[in-house]
């Protein structure tokens, strides 16, 4: 009776061992590949699964979006500028049997393309095209690892420039350029008063021939402002021709009051 006894406990325990190994959990985010013998029977949903144990394999596949940073690379630009260059790539698995059965380490092979795609990528830009156009890069880069992951069950969502380091020597050059070009739309907008201020001028000095009275009012008018420091001695030059004009006139009405 006890020999009994021992046997059902041991198959009791041996089906409680074989229940445990045979039972999965699939998480609402991923999917399980199933291999059987080590031929691929199918996909599992997230949820409670059962499996064969020692003849049956579930690898589980995570279907979220991945964010793998893209380390610095020293990269020349095509103006043979050298400059360090860091990114982001985001990525998620969109067949869970590719990415198990095509490929060794997804991860791994991903890092290692985004890396060389990014050489090769910035590598055809110049330095200006780098700083300026770093939009139409990410998605050349997206595009280029996309075309290559897709083969993989991968899709890549994402890549971005993360950090553009350049030589001191550039960036001298660089803060004198821009402060000559500074300098340059100074000199321009400079140059366009003066233009402005001297059609102004010409206008009035029309006005004033027209008008002789003008220039009269304007000579009163520079002497009150110039008349505010009242400890100055102002010399202050009147027309020569008027004068000329008046005198003429004073010395012929004398003239005729003397006849």
Same mark, same amino acid.
Request: net charge negative; glycine share 6%.
């Given at each position: ?71 610095? %690379? ?37 890092? %290692?393309?985004? %890396? ?73 907008? @400079? ?39 009242? @400890? ?28």
């Amino acid at each position: 009776m006890s020999a009994v006894i021992g046997v059902v406990a041991a198959l009791a325990v041996v089906a409680l061992l074989g229940l445990v190994l045979s039972v999965r959990v699939v998480k609402q985010y991923e999917q399980g590949v199933l291999f059987r013998l080590g031929r691929v029977i199918g996909v599992r949903e997230p949820g409670l699964r059962f499996i064969i144990p020692v003849v049956d394999v579930l690898h589980r596949v995570s279907f979220r979006i991945v964010t793998m940073p893209i380390q610095s %690379q020293g990269i020349i630009t095509r103006d043979n500028v050298s400059v360090d260059v860091s990114a982001v790539a985001y990525f998620r698995v969109t067949d869970a049997v590719k990415a198990v059965v095509a490929i060794e380490d997804v991860h791994t092979a991903i890092n %290692q393309i985004a %890396q060389t795609t990014l050489r090769k990528v910035v590598g055809q830009h110049t330095l200006d095209e780098t700083l300026s156009e770093t939009d139409r890069i990410n998605v050349s880069i997206r595009e280029f690892l996309d075309g290559v992951t897709s083969g993989w069950g991968v899709e890549v969502t994402l890549v971005e420039l993360k950090d553009i380091q350049l030589p001191d020597s550039m960036k001298r050059a660089m803060a004198r350029q821009a402060e000559a070009e500074r300098e340059k739309r100074a000199k321009i907008i @400079n140059a366009e008063g003066e233009s402005l201020a001297a059609a102004a001028l010409g206008d009035a000095s029309d006005v004033m021939m027209q008008h002789p009275l003008a220039l009269q009012l304007r000579n009163l008018q520079t002497l009150i402002e110039l008349g505010v420091d009242k @400890n100055t001695t102002i010399v202050f030059p009147a027309p020569l021709m008027s004068t000329v004009a008046e005198l003429g006139a004073f010395l012929a009405r004398e003239s005729a009051a003397a006849e």
